[in-house]
């Protein structure tokens, strides 16, 4: 190489730091994947834990529709007693002798 001399020493720090290099490298590699594999772990039970609240909140709005049904239900059953009431009012209103037009119900 044009009489150019390279020092052992030189080759051999550069060649230490290539070898210091690859281990620290390879030792964060090391790290991630460790990091990835309980992220990933952690990750799974948070979606089995937000299926089972989801399956929770899902079981509590049916109940709670079911008990709106059931009152809607009551409350139509009370409005059909409450029109056959007024309806048998008013045929009796109607039996009635009628009463003068200039008379208010106030």
């Known amino acids: 190489m044009n009489g150019m001399k390279f020092n052992a ?3 051999f ?14 030792k964060i590699d ?7 594999e309980k992220y990933a772990e952690d990750n799974k039970t948070e979606v089995v834990e937000n299926q089972v609240r989801m399956k929770l909140d899902i079981e509590n709005l049916l109940k709670d529709v079911n008990e709106i049904k059931e009152e809607l239900k009551k409350a139509n059953n009370k409005d059909k007693k409450i029109m056959k009431q007024h309806n048998q009012i008013f045929k009796l209103l109607k039996k009635k002798k009628k009463v003068d037009s200039n008379y208010s119900y106030e």
Not at 30 to 36: D, G, H
């Open 9 to 11: 020493a030189l080759i």
């Open 13 to 26: 720090a550069v060649l230490l730091q290539a070898i210091g290099l690859v281990w620290y490298v390879s």
């Open 30 to 36: 090391s790290k991630v994947n460790i990091l990835y």
